[in-house]
């Protein structure tokens, strides 16, 4: 079975509106951590935001805000005010256990298209 | 801030061929990863590195694979003998002991012909 789960393998959205990208995750230990990357075309991973499983509020970084589902485990990232630059490839990925060294599990993405 | 710089950008290699693709992970952080991602596809775990050792690999990581730290700052990863399916985006990140934290480098590009 999937372990992160992206159903939108694309998605448009009109300059300035807000838009969220989904992602569901299948684990069985407690204790994980939800992230997501912007993929722009260059190639780059670039880290947007980050989720605990254990914490209570949902994560904000500027313009990105990670709506968090524990029960129905999901993580969708929801982007306010898109911009042209927001254009770009968006993985969710998961880490199982404590702590940061465990292997981040993707998903396989979606693309992101900005409209002028 | 800091970063995790990875050389080179793009390499072409022959099949059959060995290349090493490199890694300066950040200078405090401990644990130390490879992933590709090949076009169009999702990224990939490959392998973990801690304490001078391999901590956990997948199975994409097979005998073609070594990863080596040689002088406590550079990270590499070796593909013995490069086959076409090798082609892919090569990713060096590294983390710490803080919740979250990982830095991606930006990539090798390997194209295998």
């Known amino acids: 079975a999937q372990k992160i789960t992206q159903t939108q393998p694309g998605m448009f959205v009109q300059e300035k509106e807000a838009v969220t990208l989904d992602c569901t995750y299948d684990?069985?230990?407690?204790?994980?951590?939800l992230f997501w990357y912007k993929q722009p075309s260059s190639g780059e991973m670039i880290f947007l935001i980050y989720?605990?499983?254990?914490?209570?509020q949902n994560a904000t970084e500027g313009r990105y805000s990670l709506n968090f589902q524990k029960a129905r485990k999901s993580a969708n990232l929801v982007i306010s005010a898109s911009q042209l630059g927001d254009s770009a490839m968006y993985f969710c990925?998961?880490?199982?256990?404590?702590?940061?060294?465990?292997?981040?599990?993707f998903g396989k993405g979606t693309k992101l298209s900005v409209k002028p | 801030e800091p970063e995790v710089t990875q050389t080179p950008s793009h390499q072409v290699t022959q099949m059959g061929q060995e290349v090493i693709l490199r890694c300066v992970p950040i200078?405090?952080?401990?644990?130390f990863y490879w992933y590709r991602q090949i076009l169009g596809q999702k990224v990939e775990f490959l392998v973990s590195?801690?304490?001078?050792?391999?901590?956990?690999k997948s199975e994409i990581f097979d005998d073609q694979f070594s990863v080596e730290r040689p002088d406590g700052s550079n990270f590499t990863l070796k593909i013995r003998s490069t086959k076409l399916e090798d082609s892919a985006m090569y990713f060096c990140?590294?983390?710490?002991?803080?919740?979250?934290?990982?830095?991606f480098g930006s990539g090798t590009r390997l194209t295998v012909v």
């Open positions: 990140a590294s983390s710490d002991w803080g919740n979250y934290g990982y830095t």
């Open positions: 684990t069985s230990d407690p204790s994980y951590g």
């Open positions: 989720q605990g499983s254990y914490d209570q």
């Open positions: 990925a998961m880490r199982e256990g404590q702590g940061s060294q465990g292997n981040l599990i």
């Open positions: 200078s405090n952080h401990l644990y």
């Open positions: 590195f801690y304490n001078n050792e391999i901590s956990e």
